[in-house]
């Protein structure tokens, strides 16, 4: 066994450093699962222990290793606490109408109009708050404004829903670290109060992507007008929902959002065409650094189409990785590496951990630690499909490429897009043998030469076919979306399955040997486990207007006056996908198995029954069981239940996400039930 292992050592010799921000990672969700905000000083005192243990350890390889990944650990940990204490928390808004006013820090085209951004708003003419509110302008206000400006107008203001169900969407946590308070939609026109001061680099660059957007949207219908839009700047707002859906089923989602995929075409143009001219000079192709200098424009390119698009998270999450290639390429390194990824992936984690619990974070990094591996693994495939000269073979050898490419991708990434959104799309591969290649070669290199025209008022002339390109994948999407099955509704992921399917991941990704193998089990595992999940028997949404009960294969919905589709429709994937058919249930109460939905107090009292639900406040009825009622939601956000032959399992929204800044204050629990 010893001898196995110090084999073993030796054939992964230099990857045990990819345990780095496994390590990190870790520690940063560690962090978002607890219950309480710890200490401040908690992280810090274990990463300052941590950085003693790895000097101490230094000689000593398994210590030095166990060292390092504490220290990872703790620097993860103590960066998310940091991060976390740095945002100002969130005011209560007014109910009812109010005033609002502050300056415009960012305007969103929409299908239905726009929407302003005030930063340090003033409401009812209070002090001017540390966070910004998001206002949806009436359709038919027309009046002009420009970015910096001070504006006023009146509104309904909402904050951040609570989550649908308990272990729903947590729109509290994406609002609090991007320094939203509240939304809502104005009753009134907008006024503008005050100039704009002289513009930062910031502001001017706000102001440039919303002109190319108004220039695209004059020359371009909606349709394909908002695709062009979000390529070119980023903003995704005016793309119709239809067409949205329709991308979505489709499996090219990732085409709308700006990232890896259109910084990395964005880079591979300006590198060829650097290149080319480089190469057709004798001086230049002799004496010149033609590939480095390539690679340096490359990225300078990149830079520019990643300000242009808004310089969010996915653009700087791959400029960092493409930074990397590029010192790659100068310092005569490969490229593309998993060591690069991992440090990319610590930078990320450094400046932003909140992004390890988000979408793009998970699913992009598990496409690039599959692409990297799988390529690895497939290098003597990949030597002989070049060796077929043939017009045939090359074109078959670059579909097979390509195939493979959006197995890699679209695999390692859909389990991913489960979890965070309880679908998944079967039919990316074809969509993606046509829509990837088009967007590379027509589209995105047709829309930089639309934005190079747009000073010379000639950039019709590209957008125009551009606009061609986008409609053919417009209709590739609306056909495929019209399959069978093209989007499958599933019952949510539970944490710990995809904790497993990531560690297997990670495990069969990061090592040579044969011991990735191990990963398999471990993808299994997370398979069982949500293969062994059961829906609840009883959901009720926050304000208890809503109330799901499970009757056999079919499920009873309660629909309250003044219920929200919004909160229906998050409900649809608890159950996978099955509808729920409205209860004809007018009695004062009913029964459903051993669960008592009670309109009112039951007069007739509870029977046998286990658990008693009730859209209204119960008090002193049903002594000894459990109870659902309006209080209880109120006090604890949205319920779910489980009964069974042993009793009853309640789970709320205040237990799974706990006391934390992002969460807005429940009241009171000391007369909880």
Request: proline share 8%.
């Amino acid at each position: 066994m010893r001898a196995w292992f110090a084999a073993w050592v030796e054939a992964e010799h230099g990857r045990f450093p990819l345990l780095l921000p496994v390590a990190m990672g870790a520690a940063i969700l560690a962090y978002f699962v607890l219950p309480h905000e710890p200490r401040l000083w908690l992280g810090l005192c274990a990463a300052a222990g941590a950085l003693a243990a790895l000097v101490a350890l230094w000689r000593f390889p398994p210590g030095r290793l166990a060292a390092a990944l504490a220290l990872a650990a703790a620097l993860g940990f103590a960066r998310a606490e940091w991060r976390t204490a740095a945002e100002p928390g969130f005011v209560p808004v007014p109910h009812g109408v109010t005033d609002i006013s502050g300056t415009i820090a960012g305007i969103d085209l929409l299908p239905n109009g726009r929407r302003i951004t005030l930063a340090r708003p003033s409401l009812n003419g209070g002090p001017a708050l540390r966070r910004t509110i998001r206002v949806h302008l009436r359709d038919t206000d027309d009046t002009p404004l420009t970015l910096g400006e001070g504006a006023k107008t009146r509104a309904f203001l909402f904050g951040p829903e609570r989550p649908a169900y308990p272990g729903g969407w947590d729109q509290g946590r994406q609002d609090f670290f991007q320094g939203l308070d509240a939304s809502g939609f104005a009753i009134a026109p907008v006024t503008v109060i005050a100039p704009a001061q002289p513009g930062t680099l910031a502001r001017r660059l706000l102001a440039l992507r919303q002109g190319i957007a108004t220039r695209i949207l004059a020359t371009l219908p909606i349709d394909t007008g908002s695709i062009a839009v979000t390529l070119l700047t980023g903003e995704e707002q005016t793309i119709p929902p239809p067409e949205r859906e329709a991308f979505i089923a489709a499996g090219l989602a990732h085409i709308l959002a700006v990232a890896g995929l259109h910084v990395g075409i964005v880079m591979g143009l300006a590198f060829a065409a650097t290149r080319f001219l480089l190469t057709r000079f004798e001086r230049t192709a002799l004496h010149w650094p033609a590939k480095s200098l390539a690679a340096m424009a490359a990225l300078g390119a990149g830079v520019v189409y990643a300000l242009l698009t808004g310089a969010h998270l996915p653009i700087l999450r791959s400029l960092a990785m493409a930074s990397l290639v590029t010192l790659g390429i100068i310092v005569g390194r490969r490229a593309i590496s998993l060591r690069g990824l991992s440090l990319a992936a610590m930078v990320i984690m450094l400046t932003t951990p909140e992004a390890v619990i988000g979408t793009s974070f998970q699913m992009s990094f598990s496409a690039v630690l599959a692409l990297i591996a799988g390529y690895a693994a497939a290098q003597g495939f990949s030597a002989r499909k070049h060796r077929d000269k043939t017009v045939f073979g090359r074109v078959a050898g670059h579909l097979i490429a390509l195939a493979f490419t959006s197995l890699l991708a679209g695999g390692a990434s859909m389990p991913y897009a489960a979890y965070q959104f309880q679908q998944i799309q079967p039919y990316w591969i074809p969509a993606n043998l046509v829509a990837v290649p088009l967007t590379a070669l027509w589209i995105l290199p047709l829309g930089l030469a639309a934005l190079a025209l747009m000073p010379l008022h000639l950039a019709a002339l590209a957008l125009v076919p551009m606009g061609w390109g986008i409609a053919v994948i417009i209709w590739i999407t609306a056909r495929i979306a019209a399959w069978p099955a093209a989007m499958l509704r599933i019952a949510p992921i539970p944490d710990a399955a995809i904790l497993l399917v990531t560690a297997g991941l990670i495990w069969l990704c990061i090592w040579r040997s044969a011991a990735r193998y191990a990963g398999l089990p471990l993808l299994l595992a997370g398979a069982l486990v949500y293969a062994a999940i059961r829906p609840p028997d009883v959901l009720v949404s926050a304000d208890a207007r809503l109330i799901a009960l499970r009757d056999g294969a079919g499920i009873l919905l309660v629909r309250q006056p003044k219920a929200t589709s919004y909160t229906l429709a998050q409900w649809a994937p608890v159950w996978g996908g099955a509808q729920p058919v409205l209860s004809h249930c007018t009695a004062e109460s009913c029964r459903v198995g051993r669960v008592l939905l009670a309109m009112a107090p039951p007069a007739g009292g509870c029977g046998d029954a286990m658990l008693v639900v009730s859209p209204e406040p119960l008090r002193g009825v049903c002594e000894g069981l459990p109870v659902i009622d309006r209080f209880s939601v109120w006090r604890q956000g949205a319920m779910e239940a489980w009964v069974g032959a042993h009793g009853v399992r309640l789970r709320s929204d205040r237990m799974v996400q706990g006391e934390r800044p992002w969460v807005p204050p429940y009241p009171p629990d000391k007369n909880l039930r």
